[in-house]
């Protein structure tokens, strides 16, 4: 059975250096966010590089297991053939883990959304509807494919405040979108704004959680379909 771990004399939210993640999530939410920030280290050897890869690739077998509230350290580090105290070296806790794969999720959406409104626009497209449409499909695309990660991350079991995060970074993608129509002289109003970030959010968490990659694939397309109809494109022009 997984336990929650933590050596002794490192209580939980304790940081031993520079912090890269402030006590609250974003500067007017005011949430507190309870995390372990990992020291920033110099140049790492190869063997601390695979050590920190294991931990992580272990860390996510174990939350998308059991869930971030009965992963312990000590499971951790058992899967990944590593020690507490080299986990501590990498990271300061489960919680700093339990971000990283966040981070490294969010760098893959963040890619691979540029990537295909590149891809897009090479092929002549400018209508900044169908550039937005063409991002947000790349968006739930790596949802669909990440599911488990993607899923244990819209049910919200993780750190106090996470959740907050979590949302917040799905609608600052969103709002940078609507400074790029406002940038394209088709600026997004208001209100058009608000619904395309409560879809999304609630697209990427559904889509995260449906029970196979078919009917996460279904729900994605009727969703882009509703947004088309929404900012006066095609169904076939959003695919």
Same mark, same amino acid.
């Given at each position: !059975?997984?336990?929650?771990?933590?050596?002794?004399?490192?209580?939980?939210?304790?940081?031993?250096?520079? =912090?890269?993640?402030?006590?609250?999530?974003?500067?007017?939410?005011?949430?507190?966010? *309870?995390?372990?920030?990992?020291?920033?280290?110099?140049?790492? *050897?190869?063997?601390?590089?695979? *050590? =920190?890869? $294991?931990?992580?690739?272990?860390?996510?077998?174990?939350?998308?297991?059991?869930? %971030?509230?009965? @992963?312990?350290?000590?499971?951790?580090?058992? +899967?990944?053939? @590593?020690?507490?105290?080299?986990?501590?070296?990498?990271?300061?806790?489960?919680?700093?883990?339990?971000?990283?794969?966040?981070?490294?999720?969010?760098?893959?959406? *963040?890619?691979?959304?540029?990537?295909?409104?590149?891809?897009?626009?090479?092929?002549?497209?400018?209508?900044?509807?169908?550039?937005?449409?063409?991002?947000?499909?790349? %968006?739930?695309?790596?949802?669909?494919?990440?599911?488990?990660? $993607?899923?244990?991350?819209?049910?919200?079991?993780?750190?106090?405040?996470?959740?907050?995060?979590?949302?917040?970074?799905?609608?600052?993608?969103?709002?940078?979108?609507?400074?790029?129509?406002?940038?394209?002289?088709?600026? +997004?109003?208001?209100?058009?704004?608000?619904? !395309?970030?409560?879809?999304?959010?609630?697209?990427?968490?559904?889509?995260?959680?449906?029970?196979?990659?078919?009917?996460?694939?279904?729900?994605?397309?009727?969703? +882009?379909?509703?947004?088309?109809? +929404?900012?006066?494109?095609?169904?076939?022009?959003?695919?």
């Amino acid at each position: !059975m997984y336990q929650v771990g933590q050596p002794a004399g490192r209580p939980y939210g304790h940081r031993t250096g520079t =912090r890269a993640y402030d006590d609250t999530c974003c500067d007017d939410c005011g949430a507190v966010m *309870t995390t372990d920030q990992a020291l920033p280290v110099g140049k790492a *050897t190869d063997r601390g590089t695979s *050590t =920190r890869g $294991a931990l992580i690739a272990a860390a996510r077998e174990v939350f998308t297991l059991v869930g %971030y509230a009965q @992963a312990g350290v000590s499971d951790i580090v058992t +899967l990944a053939g @590593a020690s507490v105290g080299s986990l501590y070296h990498h990271f300061s806790g489960k919680a700093d883990l339990y971000l990283t794969l966040f981070e490294e999720l969010s760098r893959e959406h *963040t890619e691979r959304t540029r990537a295909a409104v590149r891809q897009s626009r090479g092929a002549g497209v400018t209508d900044p509807m169908q550039l937005f449409l063409t991002g947000a499909r790349a %968006y739930l695309d790596v949802c669909i494919e990440q599911r488990q990660l $993607a899923g244990m991350f819209a049910r919200g079991d993780g750190p106090p405040g996470f959740e907050i995060l979590w949302r917040q970074r799905l609608a600052d993608w969103v709002r940078k979108n609507a400074e790029f129509f406002a940038r394209s002289g088709e600026p +997004l109003d208001e209100a058009a704004a608000v619904v !395309m970030t409560g879809a999304m959010m609630l697209a990427v968490a559904e889509v995260s959680l449906a029970s196979d990659t078919d009917a996460a694939r279904q729900l994605a397309d009727g969703v +882009l379909a509703v947004l088309a109809r +929404l900012g006066g494109t095609g169904p076939d022009e959003a695919a």
